[in-house]
């Protein structure tokens, strides 16, 4: 088969022409383009896509927000968030609240069980708590994907002091998707 790109048609090798769809259209958003959201999601990849469904949580997560956590990154089957600890985080003893080190890392989960386009809760969630964070630490959390089996996932996700620092705590989710229920 050749491919004649001056009419856009294939041509196999009985001679017959078939003429392809055209996929030149601009994925910008200016008012000559015709291109719905939904087409320029369909033809995100699956890491593109589990970014956009991260950020649009994250936007409307106004309790994350709140507590300064932001997006390091978004693949399927793996995600990073990081939050500085300020002192509105701080327990009696003023090292950092396990419920904000709880919810770093629930948030993180969060993304990463979303990210197969399907709209996912948290069905039980666990943590351990090795080491204190302190004011001015940034923590990181990184969230594996262990397995996912039909409608139900299992997540692992580290809380580190820094980039690659010693591990402040160990937390394991266990989400499960909404029958039919999609991010776009």
């Not at 991260?54 to 990081?82: F, P, R, W």
Request: net charge negative.
């Amino acid at each position: 088969m050749a491919h004649n790109e001056a009419n856009n048609t294939l041509t196999d090798t009985a001679n017959n022409s078939v003429r392809l769809p055209s996929f030149n259209r601009s994925l910008t958003s200016d008012a000559n383009s015709t291109q719905t959201n939904d087409s320029v999601v369909s033809q995100q990849t699956a890491d593109e896509q589990a970014l956009s469904i991260a950020n649009k949580m994250l936007a409307n997560d106004h309790y994350s927000q709140h507590l300064g956590i932001e997006i390091v990154e978004a693949k399927t089957g793996y995600s990073v968030c990081k939050m500085l600890v300020q002192p509105f985080h701080a327990n009696g003893h003023g090292s950092c609240h396990g419920g904000a080190i709880f919810s770093l890392a629930d948030t993180t989960f969060a993304h990463i069980c979303n990210a197969h386009n399907q709209i996912a809760v948290g069905h039980m969630c666990t943590i351990a708590y090795w080491q204190p964070a302190k004011i001015g630490d940034e923590l990181y959390a990184y969230a594996y994907e262990s397995g996912v089996h039909g409608r139900s996932g299992s997540y692992r996700i580290e809380i580190t002091c820094g980039a690659n620092g010693h591990l402040v705590a160990e937390f394991q989710g266990f989400s499960r998707s909404l029958k039919g229920a999609s991010h776009f």
